[in-house]
């Protein structure tokens, strides 16, 4: 890409003033401004110079595991543009890398995580996609569509890290690139210090782990081009002032470049956000000034709305963490508390109510878990987030009732499962990307035995995918193949809201338990005894 000296200029300075202030962990915490490349980056695991003008962003939002310091794992990304290529330089802190397990998110590994059209669907749709790098592996995933053609990257090992630079181009992502363009984005960092399962995973945005199974949760990345909209071909004159940039009268205005107040507010934001970031990490930290910088953020209308959220579901998340004494049930009184004060304070942030719905799905005591979705239902909660309360309802309303789904295999072989009468069934819906949960139930096969009918339901895109799985985790095993994830037909039949999820069935078709998980061996064998089947 060609630029005149000028816009060049321009382009500097928009890098002087954000890199000279901050480096950015979530620019309005959750928008990103992808830079138009001034040349094309060699994809060799370096950071050529074309990336002196993109933006820092941390990843360093922890959803599960531990991480004990920086050097355990931290990551940054940067992320560049052009008409052809979308471009990512991910530069990850990690002091002991791992390569040993059969999916790459048990692995040290990153994930990038896209919605090329921003539909901001609930479940993986045409143009979502979710790519996936292991450190010291030579190949690459794409777990929803298997999306790779054209698709470059180069990783290079430093002491005590490593780094992948990649390039995906827009024809793959089957969108056209222009200024101006907004798309879904996340990054995760998995790390994994010891083989077996992953230790800890920081994300750019989300702060939960389900971005795998529901694109809506991505942040926002907007295509930026320093020197106005689509297609600008005028010069730009720039003054030594980095707030007073003018455009000549032919042509486009530039961005407006942020006021000093505002400057301010995102310098507070972000000593706010380092602040809570190490103490989450176990790192000493001021604790007055952080509490009197809460307040600060809190209150200013210079930050979005979701600034302001973001710090505050945090530090309520730290004060619960550090709560000493708390058992699962005052913890979850604890978070139901929390979700309901943001929820109050920042009615139009998605996330404490999704976190409520999680809460009411996750609850030991169910009558608790269907109070909490009726509360949803009269809320102001968005239309998904009702949704997933409707059908918890539905699914609990189904226990003690009979069941009779027709269901097809990948071959389009139907099943009824009135057929399986006479043997309990234990119906259990996964994806690829909860390979933990499958691989705990599918261990159970072992104990069923023969009066005891294990059937799956995966809710992948990539059903061939799902298919090679299972015969390494459970081969011989039923498995039933519905691509539409929880948007899909048989996923309306059973009211799933989340996945995994467990449905036990008796022997005379008798729903008799959903989302049952730490009881089912003890379950299972007591339907057998019922059945008389022992």
């Not at 960092?189 to 989300?206: A, E, I, R, S």
């Not at 072992?446 to 009918?453: R, S």
């Amino acid at each position: 890409m060609q630029m005149n000296q000028k816009n060049k200029m321009s382009k500097g300075i928009l890098g002087l003033w954000v890199t000279s202030l901050l480096v950015i962990s979530g620019w309005a915490a959750g928008l990103s401004f992808i830079i138009d490349s001034d040349g094309v980056p060699n994809i060799d695991g370096v950071a050529d110079a074309v990336y002196e003008d993109a933006i820092t962003y941390n990843i360093s939002n922890l959803v599960t595991g531990t991480v004990s310091s920086s050097s355990d794992l931290s990551a940054t990304y940067k992320a560049l543009w052009d008409t052809n290529y979308l471009y990512f330089l991910i530069e990850v802190s990690d002091e002991a890398a791992s390569n040993d397990s059969a999916d790459t998110w048990n692995d040290d590994s990153i994930e990038i995580y896209l919605d090329a059209d921003y539909s901001q669907l609930t479940s993986y749709g045409p143009k979502d996609y979710l790519y996936a790098w292991r450190w010291g592996d030579t190949t690459i995933s794409e777990l929803a569509h298997g999306a790779t053609a054209g698709v470059e990257f180069a990783s290079t090992e430093q002491i005590g890290g490593y780094t992948f630079e990649i390039k995906i181009p827009w024809d793959t992502l089957e969108v056209t690139a222009v200024s101006g363009m907004l798309i879904g984005l996340d990054i995760h960092v998995n790390d994994d210090d010891d083989g077996g399962l992953p230790d800890g995973k920081l994300t750019w945005h989300t702060l939960t782990n389900e971005s795998g199974f529901n694109p809506s949760l991505f942040g926002t990345a907007e295509l930026y081009r320093v020197g106005g909209g689509n297609g600008f071909t005028g010069t730009v004159e720039v003054s030594s002032d980095p707030t007073s940039v003018e455009a000549s009268s032919e042509t486009e205005t530039v961005k407006d470049l942020p006021t000093a107040a505002e400057l301010a507010s995102k310098a507070t934001h972000e000593e706010t956000l380092s602040l809570l970031t190490a103490l989450e990490k176990g790192q000493s930290a001021d604790r007055s000034r952080l509490s009197a910088l809460v307040e600060e953020v809190r209150q200013d209308p210079n930050l979005s709305e979701h600034d302001r959220f973001v710090i505050a579901s945090r530090v309520g998340g730290l004060d619960i963490k550090e709560t000493p004494g708390l058992t699962r049930a005052t913890r979850f009184a604890a978070y139901e508390e929390l979700a309901k004060t943001l929820m109050a304070e920042f009615p139009d942030q998605v996330e404490p109510y999704e976190s409520l719905l999680a809460l009411a799905n996750d609850h030991d005591d169910s009558v608790k878990g269907e109070q909490l979705a009726r509360q949803l239902l009269s809320s102001v909660a968005p239309a998904s987030v009702k949704n997933g309360a409707q059908r918890l309802l539905n699914r609990k309303a189904m226990v003690d009732n009979p069941i009779d789904l027709s269901l097809q295999d990948s071959e389009g072989v139907t099943l009824n499962l009135s057929e399986l009468q006479g043997k309990v069934v234990v119906l259990y819906a996964w994806t690829a990307l909860g390979e933990n949960s499958h691989l705990w139930v599918s261990r159970l096969l072992e104990k069923g035995g023969e009066n005891v009918v294990f059937v799956g339901l995966n809710l992948d895109a990539d059903t061939q995918a799902a298919q090679t799985k299972i015969n390494c985790l459970a081969p011989g095993s039923l498995q039933l193949y519905d691509p539409g994830g929880l948007n899909g037909a048989l996923a309306s039949q059973l009211n799933l809201g989340r996945v995994p999820s467990v449905y036990l069935i008796d022997h005379s078709g008798i729903v008799r338990a959903v989302d049952v998980w730490k009881e089912l061996p003890e379950k299972l064998t007591q339907l057998v005894k019922e059945g008389g089947q022992s």
